[in-house]
């Protein structure tokens, strides 16, 4: 009889341990916040202002809603979960929907494979998006979930159409700037 005492298991090359799994959805988590811009600049009350004209009022929904965007998606998300915490089995589905998109689609870094064939991300995106809005119809609050993503939708159209953009400068344009000062030919002769 062999005994192995103080031998250290480990994992099968190619297979990933639980750890490996919360450490990914981890740095991923991170990596997807650390597009959320800083709650502060985004309710700068000196930054708000009615446009001027329907083109600056269009102007102003495209930037802030591309600059945004996190803090608008979890602005919707907090509201549809507080309209559903008086529907206890609707929150239920929302949660379990909610752990679905990050296993399925967020968190992986693998493609879904079924009968060794590779699933395409978008059709990923598709039959998600559909489970989700069936499971949470079938739950019975199929008014209250409309009203509540409703509500989120005219606070975030309201916050981008207000919110002045001059001080705003995201990742790309910055290097659009950079990389246009740096194409101009020099003045010296």
Same mark, same amino acid.
């Given at each position: 009889? *062999?005994?192995?005492?103080?031998?250290?298991?480990?994992?099968?090359?190619?297979?990933?341990?639980?750890?490996?799994?919360?450490? *990914?959805?981890?740095?991923?988590?991170?990596?997807?916040?650390? *597009?959320?811009?800083?709650?502060?600049?985004?309710?700068?009350?000196?930054?708000?202002?009615?446009?001027?004209? &329907?083109? #600056?009022?269009?102007?102003?929904?495209?930037?802030?809603?591309?600059?945004?965007?996190?803090?608008?998606?979890?602005?919707?998300?907090?509201?549809?979960?507080?309209?559903?915490?008086?529907?206890?089995?609707?929150? /239920?589905? &929302? /949660?379990?929907?909610?752990?679905?998109?990050?296993?399925?689609? &967020?968190?992986?870094?693998?493609?879904?494979?079924?009968?060794?064939?590779?699933?395409?991300?978008?059709?990923?995106?598709?039959?998600?998006?559909?489970?989700?809005?069936?499971?949470?119809?079938?739950?019975?609050?199929?008014?209250?979930?409309?009203?509540?993503?409703?509500? %989120?939708?005219?606070?975030? &159209?309201?916050?981008?159409?207000?919110?002045? *953009? #001059?001080?705003?400068?995201?990742? #790309? #344009?910055?290097? %659009?700037?950079?990389?246009?000062?740096?194409?101009?030919?020099?003045?010296?002769?």
């Amino acid at each position: 009889m *062999t005994t192995t005492y103080g031998a250290i298991p480990t994992a099968q090359p190619g297979t990933k341990s639980s750890l490996d799994f919360i450490s *990914t959805a981890k740095s991923k988590a991170t990596s997807a916040l650390s *597009t959320c811009r800083p709650w502060k600049e985004m309710i700068h009350l000196h930054a708000l202002s009615i446009p001027p004209s &329907f083109p #600056e009022s269009i102007q102003r929904l495209r930037s802030n809603s591309a600059y945004f965007r996190m803090n608008y998606a979890i602005i919707v998300l907090l509201i549809v979960f507080i309209s559903l915490l008086w529907h206890p089995i609707s929150l /239920i589905v &929302f /949660i379990i929907m909610i752990a679905a998109w990050l296993f399925l689609y &967020f968190l992986r870094d693998d493609p879904i494979v079924i009968f060794h064939r590779t699933i395409d991300d978008r059709i990923v995106l598709a039959v998600l998006s559909v489970v989700t809005i069936v499971a949470l119809l079938l739950t019975r609050a199929t008014l209250n979930i409309i009203i509540s993503v409703l509500v %989120g939708l005219v606070l975030v &159209f309201l916050h981008a159409v207000f919110r002045k *953009t #001059e001080d705003l400068f995201s990742d #790309e #344009e910055a290097r %659009g700037a950079y990389s246009v000062v740096g194409d101009q030919p020099s003045s010296s002769s």
